[in-house]
């Protein structure tokens, strides 16, 4: 059995093809695993706080895998391996492929296909002003950016990054182009995969349940067949005053050449933002929690109010790097 990755920033569409995939005899799949994201970041000094002092674990792995014979290569193989033996145990060993869709794994994806020589990795790519607009629908439409900072922001960079310097490697998919022309896009997917072609007759979602409490629920229940009408949703959600000119802002950010790298016009989308009618209702909402975002970005606030609980219960909560 071998790993299949869908790589793609949250609200892209993931599940959509996950679950298009997931009705193939030869995948099987979970909702989202995510345990390569600790292994992995075993061999990071930064991004963790922990109590046990990630840098200290840090400090702590290198010297163990110095020790091995072939270092790093040897731990990493390691963890390959052990990732594998899950796949099997979880989608049985009579299964060709096992779908792993983390969207975190946007933080670790070249990392993972350093792991897979034999693996196949998917990058799907969707428009981002509708990935941040999704997401926001994840918040019950409030303004809680600050929490998807690490998606919008590092998660594209390496996402981009990645899919450039694996060209050859890996298969690249827009959201726009599968909902739109799904037995063409599902063909690119099967051959990329190595599988027979039987999508004449359109694409069958795997109905039941994806085992696990991630991945996206709203769009399982509202979706039973692939649909177009979800590219365009993002233009109700960011047309307000506050929210567009912080979308400008985010596309000026991404750049010309990566919008284009992934398929989007900068001038095109900047157009579609302007000509949007604008709502004011959410304003002083959206205000209040940009201005909050900034300061938990700043201060990290969940880490400080873990501390406080901790102090509340006898105990002491030190989150060391």
């Not at 200290?56 to 792995?61: F, G, N, Q, R």
């Not at 037995?183 to 099967?190: A, D, T, V």
Request: charged share 25%; aromatic share 12%.
């Amino acid at each position: 059995m071998e790993p299949v990755y869908i790589f793609s920033l949250p609200r892209s569409g993931s599940t959509l093809l996950q679950r298009s995939l997931a009705g193939r005899s030869e995948i099987a799949t979970v909702s989202e695993p995510w345990f390569l994201l600790p292994l992995i970041y075993s061999l990071k000094k930064e991004g963790v706080y922990a109590e046990y002092s990630h840098r200290t674990l840090y400090s702590a792995i290198e010297d163990f895998y110095q020790q091995l014979p072939g270092g790093k290569r040897d731990y990493m193989e390691s963890i390959a391996v052990f990732a594998k033996e899950l796949y099997e145990k979880a989608g049985g060993s009579e299964k060709m492929y096992f779908l792993d869709k983390t969207p975190r794994y946007h933080l670790i994806c070249q990392e993972i296909i350093d792991l897979f020589p034999g693996g196949k990795f998917i990058f799907l790519w969707r428009n981002p002003l509708a990935c941040l607009a999704s997401r926001l629908h994840s918040y019950d439409g409030n303004w809680r950016v600050h929490r998807a900072r690490v998606d919008l922001y590092t998660g594209l960079v390496n996402l981009v990054n990645t899919a450039k310097n694996n060209e050859e490697q890996v298969l690249q998919v827009r959201y726009e182009d599968f909902v739109a022309f799904p037995e063409q896009e599902m063909r690119r997917i099967l051959d990329y995969l190595s599988l027979s072609d039987d999508v004449e007759d359109g694409i069958h979602f795997n109905n039941s349940s994806l085992k696990g409490r991630m991945g996206d629920q709203r769009g399982v229940s509202k979706y039973t067949e692939v649909s177009v009408n979800s590219v365009e949703e993002w233009k109700k959600t960011l047309a307000s005053p506050v929210r567009k000119s912080w979308a400008k802002r985010y596309l000026e950010w991404i750049g010309e050449e990566r919008l284009a790298y992934i398929g989007h016009d900068k001038a095109a989308l900047v157009s579609e933002l302007k000509e949007l009618d604008s709502n004011h209702k959410q304003m002083a909402s959206d205000i209040t929690r940009i201005a909050f975002g900034a300061l938990d970005s700043l201060l990290d606030i969940e880490i400080v109010l873990e501390k406080i609980k901790a102090r509340r219960k006898g105990g002491i909560y030190l989150p060391l790097r």
